[in-house]
């Protein structure tokens, strides 16, 4: 899996979930996903349980603090290096 | 019987976490009359009445320390700004009573005159004239105490859930209001005529002016990019055994700028009043610091919360070192929700999820520390404070 096709992924899942408008000027890969208030708390866990089942990665507490994971291309890098086992 | 004490070691507590343990300790229960952690030794000291249960205080004390144990994932550190400026070496709260500018009416509850009262309305008219007038801000005013539906909506319960002073009315029965007033004028009032007789709880004193923003624009569709709305407030914590001078009230006095709207103007608005609040503190000249912060989330995932809060940088304080106290408050707080309230109360703008954010000045306490630091003498305080004093008294 490359960082590109793990964006798309998350991102389909995002827009879906958290019912992102498809003409929304603001939405891309390097928007801050909870600063601009499309994940709340809550959808941070629905998130995190859709990565890992879908990408056979774990996420743990620590990682949170250790990694960005606030973006869609941050979350999509993360993904990579933990499936490649750099993280 | 006689008084008991309790020695505990504290370890695995980060330092920078034994404050907020100190804080927490004082829900312990009410057995416990007293408690220190000495600095040298790491153990702390806990005094209970007698009687105590010994056993179950060990247990609760075991699960706090817990909660504030070392975590894989740390807290942030982020220094912004910091300042030194000489500060006098003098007990200024005992002055404070001994002049009358301040006077003690119940835990946590003060009366101000003089030039605490002054000190306290220029600080507001700063915040007013300088923070809110920039970002037109449309005054609001509301009611003192707040619905616990609201509360519960904001998560106030399950994160302080030790703050909350709720308030209810006697039962609306022409008998229980006739026994009340009776057993009153027979012999004169305390708390244990109210039992039995207390309406259903609705409301509690506001823990927090902003919260009263969000209800009341609960449902609403804003007009890009968002509103920016201003208020002030006296707001109630109770905080057990904490309180103390005018650094740590039960009662006290909030004003805050709120901003409601687009990411991008709420970010930006509080990117400048982030600006704005380090120029202010360079201008009064005060012994501070401006820093990431924490809430002192009353949970047992307070760790992950705290982090959490800090990581994201949601939460800066302005602290300002009291002298007396060896210790420093925060008077202004910087605070992101991202879209915890929009979302809460269905808040929108242009179609979308709203973001929130505010800062608010703790007004009692910024008095007290100005003249912890500075003295009671306007003519001793850094110019540009002085300055704006004498502005202010001059209007």
Redo the contacts between chains.
Sequence with gaps: MDKANAAKIIESFVRQRFQVDQDDPDFDHDLHLFDYGYVDSFGAVELTQFVEVTFAVKIGDADFFLYPLNTINEIAHFVVQRQQGVI | MTAESLRVPVTDVDEGQIAQLEYSLAFIGDDVSDYQIDPEDGILRVELAPGADRDDIRQKIARLIERYAA????F?EELYFEQEAPVVNENVWQQLLERKWVTEVGQGHVVLRGGAARLLHMIDNVAVNRFAVAFGAETEVYPATIQCTTLDQCNHFTSFPEHLDFVAPLQSDIDVLKAFADDVRNGEWSSNLHEERMATTEFAISPSCCYHCYEGMAGWDLRPPGRCVTAILGCHRYEGMNHRTLSRLRAFTMREVIWVGH??FV?GARAKADGMIVELARRWGLHCSYEVANDMFFTKDYA?KA??QR??EAKKELRLIIPQEDTAVSVISSN?H???F??AFDITVGG????SACIGFGLERFAYAILSQFGLDPDGWPEGLRRDYQAFRSQ
Excluded: C, D, L
């Design positions: 975590r894989e994932f740390g942030k990411p991008k970010i992950v982090s959490f990581q994201q992101f991202a879209g915890s929009g979302s979308r999820p709203a973001v």
